[in-house]
């Protein structure tokens, strides 16, 4: 259970680090104008080229293997964007229905139809979708805004050259706890909030000193952790509070890392080719003009975006390691069946570095046995500063006298 909630943590933390307006229809609009399930569909699948992990999947009772509906529909139910009715049918040759197009845009998306509504500025004339409609619908919101997603990457790039940076984080977070499960706590809900203080060195690694205010009291009876990692070659390091001496003490993460620090590296070195493989796929940005932030005009994207299972998502950076496979650990199984993502990032007009960044993480949880969380919500805003200014990162000579946690048979 603590690999998996580990390697969704650093999975997210790691996205988290690095994405022609709707027409009008007349009211003498023919039925020839009409747009059907079946063609929908299959035009946003065809657009965003998903790809398929079970070639013979079973299809609805009234889609035939021979249908050129069928890879779509396979496509469709396997992101859990299509369910179909209770009879065990989709009925593609039904005329789509405005509010159908809404919500299966807005699946792809991540998001619900107002927001489709009121920030994109989608909307249908009447009941029944035009087919000019529907491709408008699906330009505006399934398309990247070239300049934003050219952003996105500039920076990428950009940031890649440097040596180092610094970054302020506050990270709040929900989780929905399972209910049944033995020693289950008497409540519904946890929440938490870190402040975490980070530096970045090129090839040397990280260093994050954290604050969190925790959900319940520690046996010390204290209400806030504090912690100070680093994650270098040797390892990932923790210093923290062990509840039972009351003392801190060193940590070192054994076989539970998902990946090695050689591996994380390398993604952060490739991360643009990671974001093209995203853009107009999983994630999508819109380019919002510019902002004033403390005095400053700095450029303003935003992103949306939705993942349906770990494996997903880690595939995409498996392809990111030079001849390597993605390790095992990483591909196992999280438990995490939908990720949804939303945010805001800002950049310098002039060296096109990071500025600011605010994000929304919305993570459906499976049942497994032992799992004690059914959703998490998380929201993380910070700034990155002191780019090129980081002189080292060293790990201190008392936390190579650390315990290793997570081997077999250790706690």
């Given at each position: ?21 709707s027409g ?152 929905v706890l ?38 319940q009291p ?194």
């Amino acid at each position: 259970m603590k690999r998996r909630l580990l390697a969704l943590s650093l999975s997210t933390t790691l996205l988290a680090g690095t994405f022609i307006g709707s027409g009008s229809v007349s009211a003498n609009s023919t039925e020839q104008d009409i747009v059907t399930r079946g063609a929908f569909i299959h035009t946003i699948v065809d657009q965003l080229q998903l790809p398929l992990q079970d070639q013979n999947a079973v299809l609805p009772q009234d889609v035939s293997t021979d249908s050129p509906y069928a890879h779509a529909i396979r496509v469709m139910k396997e992101r859990k964007v299509i369910y179909g009715y209770g009879d065990g049918t989709v009925r593609l040759e039904n005329s789509l229905k405005a509010n159908e197009a809404y919500i299966i845009i807005a699946k792809i998306l991540g998001t619900n139809p107002e927001v489709l509504k009121n920030d994109y500025g989608i909307s249908f004339a009447h009941d029944m979708v035009t087919l000019d409609e529907a491709k408008a619908a699906i330009q505006k919101a399934l398309v990247s805004d070239p300049t934003a997603h050219e952003w996105v990457i500039k920076s990428s790039e950009v940031m890649d050259k440097q040596d180092s940076f610094k970054a302020n984080m506050t990270q709040d977070m929900n989780m929905v706890l399972s209910q049944g499960l033995p020693e289950a706590p008497p409540m519904n809900t946890l929440n938490m909030t870190m402040k975490m203080e980070m530096e970045f060195k090129k090839d040397q690694g990280f260093r994050i000193v954290s604050n969190s205010k925790l959900p319940q009291p520690l046996t010390t009876g204290e209400t806030e952790m504090k912690m100070e990692q680093y994650f270098v070659k040797d390892g990932m390091y923790m210093k923290m509070l062990n509840p039972e001496t009351n003392q801190e003490e060193w940590m070192k993460m054994g076989s539970e890392l998902p990946f090695t620090f050689d591996q994380m590296m390398e993604m952060q070195k490739n991360s643009v080719a990671y974001n093209q493989q995203m853009n107009n796929k999983y994630v999508f940005y819109r380019d919002l003009g510019t902002e004033v932030i403390d005095g400053k005009e700095m450029q303003k994207v935003s992103l949306q975006g939705r993942f349906t299972s770990m494996q997903e998502m880690l595939s995409l950076a498996g392809n990111l390691f030079s001849g390597q496979e993605m390790p095992a650990a990483m591909m196992e199984e999280t438990g995490l069946e939908e990720l949804r993502m939303s945010g805001f990032m800002w950049f310098d007009l002039e060296t096109k570095l990071p500025t600011k960044l605010s994000m929304q993480m919305d993570l459906e949880l499976a049942e497994m046995p032992n799992q004690p969380i059914e959703r998490m919500e998380m929201k993380m805003s910070g700034t990155y500063t002191d780019f090129n200014q980081v002189d080292s990162i060293v790990l201190p000579e008392e936390a190579k006298q650390a315990k290793v946690i997570g081997a077999a048979g250790q706690e």
